[in-house]
């Protein structure tokens, strides 16, 4: 884990938040190559869950809302709360499902556990007093269940249908920690699924998504013997699941973790939006002519757990060499470009034009510093899978050598075909 977060903070992929002020527990800050790799996933994941298919639609709703949300949701009570320690000699205080009997930093004695709520509070308006707060979401989830009837009224969708959205969520975690797996502000992405209320054809959705989602993430190459689904116990579910299952990674820092939640949502969400709305949210089915409140399946991701993880995956070290080997889809750079030595207007000319070139289809790099080989290296270390070199012969024939990252081996093509064949590499 120190390998991975140095080179984040080297690299430019994460930075600790707000850093010359000595940082702010819990944030942190994508740099250059962490927000293309972020940007990347999240697009990855939009393609397959929107664009692809037509059942699914995307929004993007505001991180404010209506402080009646929260107590709709069941937010704002007992149902959004981690239970509480405070060492009774150091202060400090921990998550009690995190840590044993005794502190794990000074051995002191704990307090009796007392629910601590998650959400965090803000004021809208410029006056601070009670009808102006509210508070920052503490899932982006209520955002999509709020317009299920304003989505449902401007297309021409039907039951079986889902909903997706990609946002920032808030939580005041009593712990934050290990880098950025738990984090005080963070990003979602979720599918909220609404299928008709019957037993079968909910469980036949779980059972879809719960498949299509693990595949994601095998698509994209994480490997598949770091990856597992996880139950969650009954006195483990959120207030809201009926059934609920993690699907993990296996992490250098205490084996497996949380990645993302499939859960059946039941009629909670709309039900309980109906109540405290006296709007009537249930969908009225022209077929049968039935009227009810759907079931929700939900698939809830962690953009920057996901991240992360797919960092982990795909760090490898080859003696003193660090090949980052990230699916090409989601390597920050697709390409670098180099003319075999900086010193020669005619290489350094040409390079420039296939470069140029190249940056109006795919994230190029360009790299004329030191020797060919230290470029390849500094370019497997950020994951970038395929360096292009211009070289005395590509200017007698119109050839450049592409270098394969993680074979290191390299082939001479076509300069004209160049783009056709970076295409074809990236997307197989
Ligand atoms: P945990 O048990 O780890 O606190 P959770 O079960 O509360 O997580 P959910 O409410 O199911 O998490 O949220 C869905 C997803 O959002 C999680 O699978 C995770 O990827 C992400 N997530 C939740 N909390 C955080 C956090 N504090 N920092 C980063 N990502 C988070």
Not at 38 to 48: C, G, H, I, M
Not at 108 to 135: C, I, Q, R, S
Not at 191 to 214: A, D, M, N, T
Not at 408 to 428: F, H, S, W
């Amino acid at each position: 884990m120190e390998k991975i977060i140095s080179l984040c903070k080297r690299r430019g992929f994460v930075f600790p938040g707000s850093e010359i002020y000595g940082g702010l527990a819990g944030t942190w800050d994508y740099g250059p190559l962490g927000s293309e790799l972020k940007f990347n996933l999240k697009d990855e994941w939009w393609k397959t869950i929107v664009r692809d298919r037509e059942d699914v639609v995307g929004i993007s709703a505001a991180i404010l809302m209506n402080p009646k949300v929260w107590e709709a949701s069941g937010h704002l009570t007992a149902g959004f709360a981690d239970l509480l320690v405070e060492c009774k000699k150091c202060k400090k205080r921990f998550r009690a499902d995190h840590i044993d009997k005794k502190c794990p930093e000074c051995g002191g004695n704990l307090t009796e556990p007392k629910k601590f709520n998650l959400m965090m509070k803000t004021f809208v308006g410029a006056v601070e007093d009670e009808t102006t707060t509210t508070y920052l979401r503490g899932e982006i989830t209520q955002g999509v269940h709020v317009n299920f009837k304003n989505v449902l009224n401007s297309s021409r969708l039907k039951i079986p249908f889902g909903i997706a959205q990609i946002g920032k969520a808030f939580r005041n975690e009593i712990t934050p920690g290990n880098f950025t797996y738990r984090s005080r502000e963070f990003e979602q992405m979720e599918l909220q699924f609404y299928v008709k209320p019957e037993k079968k054809e909910g469980k036949k959705w779980f059972e879809y998504w719960k498949s299509q989602r693990i595949n994601w993430y095998k698509n994209l190459g994480m490997k598949k013997e770091n990856l597992r689904f996880r139950q969650h116990e009954t006195d483990e579910k959120a207030h809201y699941a009926r059934d609920a299952w993690d699907i993990e990674y296996n992490t250098p820092f205490g084996g497996w973790k949380e990645m993302e939640g499939i859960h059946d949502r039941g009629d909670w969400d709309l039900s309980q939006h109906t109540k405290y709305s006296k709007q009537d949210l249930s969908y009225f089915d022209e077929e049968t002519k039935e009227k009810y409140i759907p079931w929700v399946i939900e698939t809830s991701g962690g953009v920057d757990r996901a991240t992360l993880f797919f960092l982990i995956d795909a760090y490898t070290e080859d003696g003193d060499r660090v090949v980052l080997k990230l699916h090409p889809k989601l390597a920050p750079y697709k390409a670098a470009v180099f003319p075999l030595l900086a010193n020669k207007p005619d290489l350094v000319n040409k390079a420039r034009k296939i470069y140029d070139d190249l940056k109006k289809d795919f994230v190029t790099a360009w790299d004329d510093r030191g020797n060919i080989g230290k470029r390849y290296y500094s370019q497997d270390e950020i994951g970038t899978p395929y360096c292009i070199t211009i070289d005395f012969e590509s200017l007698e024939n119109e050839t450049v050598t592409i270098r394969d990252r993680d074979t290191a081996k390299q082939e001479r093509v076509d300069t004209k075909k160049l783009g056709d064949i970076l295409k074809k590499k990236i997307n197989d």
